[in-house]
């Protein structure tokens, strides 16, 4: 629940941001040359920065949950007498 509304004071966050700056901006990147609303790219820049996150959050948890597969202790069978 904690991610949910720490997810969504950042959302408005960045919404108001990207709203008071709604110009148009020229955009060089590389060979490219475009134009385009500076909201526009301002969200485009969090969305990147959010699926970046979350891919690597989610290779983590699954290298953690490898790792434990791995390590799980087994009990040896006791010896019948």
Do not use: H
Not at 4 to 16: D, E, F, G, R
Not at 43 to 70: D, N, P
């Amino acid at each position: 629940m904690g991610y949910l509304i720490i997810s969504v004071i950042i959302l408005t966050v960045v919404a108001l941001f990207a709203a008071q700056n709604a110009q148009s901006v020229k955009v060089w990147f590389l060979w490219y040359y475009f134009e385009a609303s500076l909201a526009v790219l301002i969200f485009l820049c969090v969305m990147a920065g959010v699926l970046l996150a979350a891919t690597v959050s989610y290779s983590m948890k699954i290298k953690r949950s490898l790792t434990k597969r791995k390590v799980k202790p087994t009990v040896p069978d006791k010896p019948q007498p």
